[in-house]
Structure formats: structure tokens, C-alpha cells
């Protein structure tokens, strides 16, 4: 078992616990409407909120979270604490590893008490839908009664690691190794903490000779299936460096012609030196220049290079050969499956094309065929469910409606005070309502582990490729090819490609086929360039108010209607508002205020159109047209 703290970027810290609460309960987004409502529970409120999160998760969200920010506006008029009270942790368990519901309850108490949050409120879920159930915590650190911020203690992932090894050891599920490591003894298991060179020693570290990449780094090559830049400059790149500076009367402007031969630089950052590469999308990929080795630190560089000095971009061209970049090895790692010496237009490899792309055709008509017999099945059944508990739940008010009526007559009857009486039937009411509940909410769980679900199709080809489809092993090759191109924090629109695709039309843009990148890249008449399409996203280059419109139609058409934007805070509101006037859906959940409010500013519009432009309406297309003006009848 392994625990992360997450955190909160700045523009989601002053949204209280409304939208992590929704996230973790899965009420957010549209697969919601679908997929189980996931096991979850509160840890010390003070009473049970007026829904519960099986019946109606969004409302359950609501109630919780509405409880908790009061207690933080008290907080806050005392002037006791300023801070950000949410404290959201994730526990995961090994791959082929399902813990309980009591498990997942436990687990969330035990962190409570180490981190010393015992007495503050929680909720706590648990996520099936990856390859490691999680549980999703997340603690207000206001105490519910003092009114006083409890502080995160120092080095809380010390703590939460102790944690997890306890853990494990109280519910036998698999060992982990961290920064504590559970040792076998005579006299039973024991937790101890090591250093990462006793670890090492004794072969605890998957890769010990290896470079000590960073989280996002592992997670890229678990993806990828393929080395990382942070990995990639530990090879050859730190070879050649280390040759180069160990050579007598050796500069800095040595290192970057060398640096510069294999499309890479480097320069101080913070208390250190970063190395960095520029991909042809633009996207840019840093690794600490430690990570070559000892010898690359920063002091170590100066030590023996002096005082660091930039790259003199108007001296003389030195005579080091253009080496191979990291994109370019990417690239070559990607084609190599089509052995060497093979010409562009073989024709064995023009037939091998042709067959791997009739297989994604006949791979993508399977995935269609299924999730539609899916989607049939499911609805039927749930239908069917649904009518019968709908008819359990008003048999119950009538007869609770008749129980009540009939012991408020008996009192009358007997003239005396049946307050005490009433007050013990709500409470055997009430207990017969949650026992209809609860079983409710288990036969939907049930139908929905019995009845396959919708997948998506990245989903979908994993469970295929994992049976032996070589199509499906293909596809993903190729989608995990394009995802290392992703940039996350440049701005652009991103969704899930849908399969079958209507004709873009983005008025007097030209689509160019970049067939070795798999791109697409959308140009004016004069050949300027406004996006590009590289799949499961859409990279904006002009951001003007023509192409950004532009660039949200063939969005909507390829995502289906339903997307995600990134980037900026400036860019996301103005792409946000221009999306709600096209009746576009924005997933993200910290744009729905700025999308709620354009609708709101669009009824206005409609409702008051202005006496200088004609009235505004929807047409066909979601989008907005003048009403044409005919003549005065």
C-alpha cells in the first residue's frame, strides 16, 4: 500500500470542499449518470445529511460540504486560521488487491489518528476504476466544535508511509517499500525506516543503478512503455558530457556545443542546473543535470568549468557532428517494428499498412457493436429496476402515511399524549426506510457489476491487447506514441475521440496531414498556422477570437460535443465563455461557474435584445445568429 497527499493548485483553493467532495464521489462528470455510485462514507459528522450518497451522491456532496465550509467560516470570524482546510489524501492498494468497504473505512481512521486529525470530519471513497483501487480521503482540518485549524504535521509522507506498513500488516494485504520497510524477524515482523542506500543494499530498489527519476517521469515510461527524457540524458548524452569536461582546457561554451548537438541545453535553475530539450510541438522537457551523475551537480560543474556562463549564441559554429535528440530516438524506438532498411514506399510495408489499418477498421467496428449491445442491455435492466424499487419506495410512504394517521387516532381516542409513541414509530420509520435504502442501493451496485459497462476506447483496447489481439496491441502503440507529445499545461481543447466523425468544417481553413507526427495542422490561406490536431487533443497557435471559434467547432464534432480545456487562466475563461455560446459542454469542474453565468448573460441577451443589433437564437447548430430582419408587417 501506498499513500499520496494531493494538493490543490491556486485557482481551486478558495472553492471549499464543494468540488473535491464531487470529484471524489464521482457526481461531476457525465459517466456519472452511468457507472456505480462508488462505496464511500463520513468519518465523526454529527448527524446523517438528508441524502445519502447512494441516493443521490450530487445532493449527499452538497450536504457535506455545506457543513464543513461553515465550520471554516466560523473559523475564519474568529480569526483563527486563513489557511487552505482541506487535507486530501489518496491510499493505494497493489494491482489484483480489492479491499472492502470496512477496509477502506479502517484504513481512513488509521491515517486520521497517526496525522492527529482523529476528532475533524471526513468523507472517504473508494475508486475502482483503475488498475489499483484507491481511496480518496478528505479531512477539514477545523476542528467541528473548537473552531481551530489542526496543523499538518512535518514530513506527513514519513507518517502516512509508517501508515500504509501498518496497514498491511493488520489486513495481510501485499508489502509495499518506502521510506519504511516492514523486516521479518524471530520475533515476527517488524517496521523499520531505512535510507535509500540501506534499501539498496540489501535489493529492496527496483532499480538501483538507475537514475532517481521523478513521479511524473516513472508514471510517462509506465505509459509510454519507453524510456524518459530524465532517463534518456543518463545515457549516451551523459557519456559524451562527462568525456567532454574531463577534457584539459575544457569551457562552458564546450559543454553547450555539445548539449547543442543533441538538441539540448542547459542552465541554472533554483540551487541546481536543468537540462532541456524543445520538441517540434513546442513543448518543453526539463531533468535536474544530477540525474547524469554526481559529477554533473552544479558545484561539481563550476568546480570545474568556473562560473556558470551562458551559451554565446554569436560565436563560431564548432565542428561537433548533429547528434540523434531525444524526439528523433523517440521516433526510431516507434518505427523500429518496421525492421531496417526498409524504404518508405515498399511494398511490403505498403501491404503491412494497409493490413494493420483494415484491422483498426474492423477493431473499431467490434468496439462499436459492443458498447452498443452494452448501452441496450444496461438501459433495459436498470429500467426495469428502476420501476420496481420506485413502486417499493411509495408502498412504503402510504403505508408509513397510514401508520401514522391511524396511531394519531389512537391517541385522540385514549386521550392522552401520544408524542412519546409517535416519536419511537418515526424512529422504527426511519429505520425501516434506511434498511430500504441500503438494500436498494445494493441491487444497483449488483446490476451494475453484472451488467458490463461502457468503456472507452483506450479502456477497451487495453482488455483486448491484454486477451492477444495484435490489432488492439497496435492501436495502443500508436495512442501511447501521440500521448507523449501531450502537454498538459500548454493551451489547447482535449477530449476523447469519438469514433465515427462527422466532416470538419472550419470555414476557409486548409487541413495539412502531417503523416509522420500523425497530426493534423490547420492553416490560414497564407499558409499561417492556427491549431493542430494530435489526436486526443487540439494545440492552439493563434489564439485569436476567429480561431479559437474555429478550432471549438471541430472540437465539438470530434469529441462529441464534451469538452476540456487547458492552459491559462485568461485563455480557459475566454475559451469556457466562447464554448457556452456554442452550446458546447465543459467538463472542467472549476469552469462551470464562468459557464453558468454566459448562459445567464445569453437569457438576457435573448430575453433584451438591444435596439442597435438585431435579436440573438440558437439555430440547429448550438450556436448564435442574428434573426434576419424582413419587412415591417
Known amino acids: 500500500m501506498l499513500a499520496k497527499v494531493i494538493t490543490l493548485t491556486h485557482s481551486t483553493r478558495s472553492k471549499g470542499f464543494g468540488a473535491v467532495l464531487r470529484y471524489i464521489l464521482r457526481c461531476d462528470a457525465e459517466v456519472a449518470t452511468q457507472d456505480p455510485v462508488p462505496e464511500s462514507g463520513d468519518i465523526n459528522l ?8 447512494a441516493e443521490d451522491p450530487r445532493a449527499y456532496a452538497e450536504d457535506v460540504a455545506a457543513v464543513f465550509d461553515g465550520n471554516v467560516r466560523q473559523c475564519h470570524r474568529r480569526g483563527r486560521f486563513h489557511g487552505n482546510p482541506v487535507y486530501h489524501v489518496a491510499v493505494n492498494w497493489k494491482e489484483g488487491e480489492h479491499p472492502t468497504a470496512a477496509q477502506a473505512e479502517r484504513a481512513a481512521t488509521h491515517v486520521m489518528k497517526a496525522l492527529g486529525f482523529e476528532e475533524c470530519q471526513a468523507v472517504w471513497s473508494i475508486h475502482r476504476d483503475t488498475d489499483n483501487d484507491h481511496v480518496h480521503l478528505v479531512v477539514n482540518r477545523v476542528h467541528p466544535t473548537k473552531f481551530t485549524a489542526i496543523g499538518v504535521p512535518r514530513r506527513d509522507y514519513f507518517i502516512l508511509d509508517r501508515c500504509m506498513r501498518e496497514l498491511e500488516l493488520e489486513m495481510d494485504f501485499g508489502r509495499a517499500q518506502g521510506p519504511y520497510v516492514t523486516v521479518d524477524t524471530a520475533e515476527g515482523p517488524k517496521i523499520v525506516r531505512m535510507s535509500r542506500r540501506e534499501r539498496q543494499t540489501r535489493g529492496l530498489l527496483q532499480d538501483p543503478e538507475g537514475p532517481r527519476l521523478t513521479a511524473r517521469a516513472q508514471r510517462a515510461e509506465r505509459n509510454l ?3 524518459s527524457f530524465q532517463r534518456w540524458i543518463s545515457g549516451a548524452l551523459a557519456a559524451a558530457l562527462r568525456q567532454t569536461i574531463e577534457t584539459a582546457g575544457v569551457t562552458w561554451q564546450s559543454a553547450h556545443d555539445l548539449l547543442a548537438g543533441y538538441g539540448c541545453a542547459i542552465q541554472p535553475k533554483g540551487s541546481g542546473m536543468a537540462v532541456t530539450t524543445t520538441l517540434s510541438n513546442g513543448r518543453v522537457l526539463a531533468a535536474k543535470a544530477s540525474l547524469m551523475g554526481r559529477w554533473a551537480s552544479k558545484a561539481a560543474l563550476e568546480q570545474r568549468l568556473g562560473p556558470y556562463v551562458a551559451a554565446n549564441r554569436d560565436a563560431p559554429t564548432r565542428s561537433n557532428p548533429r547528434r540523434e535528440n531525444y524526439e528523433n530516438w523517440i521516433e526510431r524506438e516507434r518505427l523500429e517494428e518496421t525492421g531496417p532498411g526498409v524504404a518508405p514506399d515498399d511494398p511490403e510495408r505498403l501491404a503491412r499498412r494497409a493490413a494493420r489499418a483494415g484491422a483498426r477498421e474492423a477493431l473499431a467496428e ?3 457493436r459492443e458498447q452498443a449491445q ?8 436498470h429500467g426495469e429496476l428502476r420501476k420496481r424499487q420506485e413502486e417499493e419506495r411509495r408502498t412504503l410512504i402510504a403505508s408509513h402515511r397510514d401508520q401514522r394517521r391511524r396511531l394519531r387516532a389512537t391517541a385522540r381516542m385514549q386521550r392522552r399524549d401520544g408524542r412519546i409513541a409517535l416519536s419511537l414509530w418515526a424512529f ?14 445494493a441491487e444497483r ?7 458490463p459497462r461502457s468503456e472507452v476506447w483506450r479502456l477497451w483496447l487495453e482488455r483486448q491487447a491484454a486477451a492477444g489481439d495484435e490489432a488492439a496491441k497496435a492501436a495502443l502503440r500508436g495512442i501511447r506514441y501521440r500521448e507523449q507529445r501531450k502537454r498538459h ?4 481543447i482535449e477530449g476523447e475521440e469519438a469514433l465515427a466523425q462527422r466532416p470538419l468544417t472550419v470555414g476557409t481553413l486548409r487541413a495539412d496531414v502531417d503523416a509522420s507526427r500523425q497530426v493534423v495542422i490547420y492553416r490560414r490561406a497564407d499558409g499561417a498556422e492556427v491549431f493542430r490536431d494530435t489526436g486526443p487533443r487540439i494545440v492552439m497557435r493563434d489564439k485569436g477570437d476567429e480561431s479559437l471559434e474555429a478550432a471549438l467547432r471541430v472540437a465539438a464534432q470530434k469529441y462529441g460535443g464534451r469538452i476540456q480545456i487547458t492552459g491559462s ?4 475563461e475566454r475559451a469556457a465563455r466562447m464554448a457556452s455560446r456554442q452550446s458546447i459542454a465543459v467538463d472542467n469542474s472549476d469552469l462551470q461557474g464562468i459557464v453558468a453565468e454566459e448562459r445567464r448573460r445569453m437569457v438576457v441577451r435573448w430575453a433584451e435584445p438591444q435596439a442597435s443589433q438585431p435579436p440573438l437564437r440558437p439555430n440547429d447548430r448550438g450556436l448564435t445568429r442574428p434573426r434576419s430582419r424582413g419587412p415591417e408587417r
Open 46 to 53: 454529527p448527524e446523517e445529511p438528508l441524502w445519502s450518497a
Open 445 to 451: 451496485r449488483r446490476l451494475t457489476e453484472s451488467v
Open 428 to 441: 422504527k420509520a426511519a429505520a425501516t426506510r434506511e434498511s430500504l435504502q441500503r438494500r436498494q442501493a
Open 374 to 381: 452494452n448501452r441496450t442491455d444496461r438501459s433495459r435492466q
Open 569 to 572: 487562466d485568461a485563455f480557459r
Open 225 to 227: 512503455k519507453g524510456d
Open 489 to 492: 499545461r500548454e493551451d489547447g
Open 366 to 368: 467490434r468496439f462499436t
